[in-house]
């Protein structure tokens, strides 16, 4: 039987003791009149709605799918009605403004909800996953008279969003856009397709609000010329149904009950958001609260997995333990075997790391949004630049691959739907690649974010990884193995903004296994917390402690092979063959 227990010791260890949040919260005017106590409620109650609620739809779901006719999509049974329950209990609200009708909870809070979602049902968390963004967007570019008619909507649940860019021609490159705007007196009406468009159709809500990329009238070509749109499926002033159309939805390999339609637009009634032709700036204000909800579907996938296979490991009774384990009788628990052990082991220290990683950028939101100090906002809103492509990209592959060891862990009856480990497998292979793929998130960080300001900014990364090296590590031989682990992370550095001037085509071939040294590095800084954290109370973080030393004895030895790698980058790819 598939089950789902939230992990809700876990996640207040990080957020009351790692990252230290309630006390922060405490010193943002914003923030202070939510305490650990409201933590805590706000996490039981939403682990018991993910628990109860969405974790028995997740594998009917998986099985029934979604259902297309006419232009209409159903989707599957049970759903739409906790969908109404979702909102019915105050959930879309959480991390929106008291303005519009929001609970104005942090954004460290909200991401831990959203894990809790995503574990229990990947799926039909696609359908409000990106009702945040939205509120987001359309908080920052939208008219006065858009947002009193749509935001308190949106904060409500009332209605969902979607987020309209990929084009068969275009992919990723939005550059091609090929979707039309003409504009009529203060509207514009849209003409064009899109594809791969989540939630496009569905039965949850009467009104989709969909937010569009497309070419502004008389504007310059690619990326330039593009503008951001409104569009509701269903007009506001005249209750009529808007010249929106799903033309079918795509039959998938996971996430079977999340509808990814084909949108036509054949003259629909728009509203401009933003500036003409700034529609990307306007967009990313959407795609980055979007990457960071991804990379936490990492942590779900990877936690849900995890656990999973760990239930079946200590129930599952065959064969002998390993010699030295005390034990010389079998049939035993598989999880006595060495391999199988191992796994787990590297599974756990996957996912609670992961989760650190994660929760630290949400709360670095909170930060850039509601310090009162200046130089403190500031602050938050560069490391967080740099750390969500980190999360989104390093989040979701290492989930796929804790769900891949997941899926070892029972053997032949992994491969079977039965068991759920295969759903789980299948379900986790997405996130690595919308939202912008993870090699797209690795260019945004080396590319953009890295060479572009000549490593100021990553450099000042390093400063602070090798200040709280300082600060947590006192004693602790795993801080001087973080400080030469940054070291060398600084010389090489050097090494690539050097060599990306002589090769601008370095850093593209280098900036998968960048990201991936970043990763590490990051986990590292926050393992040692933990260590520093078991320091004082070592009884109660043993087993904490234990995986953090694991982390620093296994894992981050591998940075070093991921360096060279970095550098082996200098060297060009072999020729593709010509016919394959």
Not at 239 to 268: H, P, Q, W, Y
Request: glycine residues 10%; proline residues 5%; aromatic residues 8%.
């Amino acid at each position: 039987m598939r089950r789902y227990h939230p992990p809700l010791d876990d996640m207040r260890f990080v957020l009351e003791q790692v990252l230290r949040a309630p006390a922060a919260w405490a010193a943002m005017p914003s923030l202070c009149e939510h305490d650990v106590q409201t933590a805590r409620q706000v996490l039981e109650e939403a682990g018991r709605f993910a628990a109860e609620v969405l974790a028995p739809l997740n594998a009917s779901g998986d099985r029934e799918g979604c259902t297309y006719a006419g232009g209409s999509v159903a989707t599957p049974a049970g759903f739409a009605a906790a969908y109404r329950a979702y909102v019915e209990a105050g959930w879309p609200s959480m991390a929106c403004d008291p303005e519009w009708g929001g609970q104005g909870l942090p954004h460290a809070l909200d991401a831990a909800v959203q894990e809790m979602l995503a574990s229990a049902n990947h799926a039909w968390t696609m359908y409000p996953g990106i009702l945040h963004g939205a509120y987001a967007c359309v908080l920052a570019h939208g008219s006065d008279a858009l947002k009193a008619l749509y935001l308190p909507r949106l904060v409500s649940g009332e209605w969902l969003c979607t987020m309209c860019l990929t084009e068969p021609q275009a992919g990723s490159d939005l550059g091609n856009i090929r979707t039309r705007a003409v504009q009529r007196g203060d509207e514009y009406a849209i003409d064009g397709s899109k594809i791969f468009i989540s939630g496009g159709e569905h039965d949850l809500t009467d009104n989709i609000v969909h937010l569009v990329l497309a070419r502004h009238p008389g504007g310059p070509g690619g990326a330039r010329g593009l503008s951001l749109f409104l569009v509701p499926k269903i007009l506001p002033d005249t209750g009529e149904r808007n010249a929106v159309f799903c033309d079918g939805i795509e039959s998938k390999l996971g996430i079977r009950g999340s509808a990814t339609c084909s949108m036509r637009f054949e003259g629909a009634r728009a509203w401009l958001l933003g500036e003409p032709c700034k529609g990307l700036a306007a967009m990313f204000v959407m795609m980055n609260a979007a990457r960071l909800g991804v990379g936490l579907q990492g942590v779900a996938h990877g936690e849900a997995a995890y656990k999973h296979a760990l239930r079946y490991a200590l129930e599952r009774r065959q064969g002998r333990a390993a010699p030295g384990t005390g034990v010389a009788e079998g049939p035993v628990p598989i999880a006595r075997h060495a391999a199988v052990h191992a796994s787990l082991a590297a599974q756990r220290c996957t996912v609670e790391g992961l989760r650190m990683l994660a929760y630290w950028t949400a709360h670095l939101l909170d930060l850039s949004e509601y310090s009162a100090e200046d130089g403190e906002r500031s602050r938050a809103h560069e490391l967080l630049a740099l750390l969500t492509p980190v999360v989104k990209a390093w989040g979701t592959r290492a989930g796929f691959e804790v769900a891949d060891r997941a899926l070892q862990v029972f053997g032949g009856h992994g491969y079977i739907e039965e068991t759920g480990a295969a759903q789980a497998l299948r379900d986790s292979r997405i996130p690595p690649i919308y939202e912008g793929t993870n090699e797209i998130q690795a260019v945004d960080l080396l590319v953009r974010k890295v060479v572009a300001d000549g490593g100021a900014a990553y450099g000042r990364l390093l400063d602070d990884l090798e200040a709280a090296a300082r600060e947590d590590g006192d004693g602790l031989a795993q801080a001087d193995t973080l400080l030469a682990a940054v070291a060398g992370q600084r010389r090489l550095l050097t090494d690539i903004l050097r060599d990306a001037a002589a090769d601008p085509g370095y850093p593209y071939r280098a900036a998968d296994d960048f990201l991936h040294a970043t990763a590490l590095l990051c986990l590292a800084r926050w393992w040692l917390r933990v260590l520093a954290l078991a320091r004082e109370d070592g009884e109660a973080l043993r087993s904490k402690a234990a995986t953090a030393r694991y982390f620093y004895d296994v894992v981050l030895p591998g940075i070093g092979y991921v360096e060279h790698r970095i550098r082996s980058a200098r060297h060009a790819l072999p020729e593709l063959d010509e016919c394959a």
